[in-house]
């Protein structure tokens, strides 16, 4: 069982960076796509939007509303999942949520079986 932990949200002005940090524990993770959903507020689960992923072999992939200002990055060797955000928007108020899976990474969330528990982003105009 893959058990995800992510941490380093907050509160930021517009402008404004943050590093969001997920350290996967209970299984060797190197294998699994990982990526990083978030859910705004008053959305359904089911509406997660997929922000960044990247594969096994390093391949990453954003939304279109976040490239240019977040960078996805992995070590493998600790277990971690990152996302560096920068310029950061009202709009990306959101729980962040770290994913992984067996297959090849996707911004749906369906192609992911292990989900963190999430971290509150909140960015102030």
């Known amino acids: 069982q893959v058990h995800l932990v992510e941490s380093g949200g907050g509160s930021q002005q517009a402008g404004g960076s943050l590093r969001l940090s997920c350290v996967a524990s209970?299984?060797?993770?190197?294998?699994?796509?990982m990526a990083w959903f978030r859910q705004a507020p008053g959305k359904e689960r089911e509406e997660r939007e997929g922000?960044?992923?990247?594969?096994?072999?390093?391949?990453?992939t954003y939304a279109d509303s976040v490239k240019g200002r977040f960078t996805v990055s992995r070590d493998n060797a600790k277990g971690t999942l990152y996302l560096e955000m920068n310029s950061l928007k009202p709009e990306d108020t959101a729980m962040y949520y770290c994913?992984?899976?067996?297959?090849?990474?996707?911004?749906?969330?369906?192609?992911?079986?292990?989900w963190g528990q999430g971290t509150q982003v909140t960015v102030s105009s």
């Open positions: 209970g299984y060797t993770t190197s294998r699994y796509c």
């Open positions: 922000v960044a992923t990247v594969d096994s072999d390093g391949t990453t």
């Open positions: 994913a992984a899976g067996p297959g090849r990474a996707r911004l749906q969330s369906d192609a992911y079986v292990h």
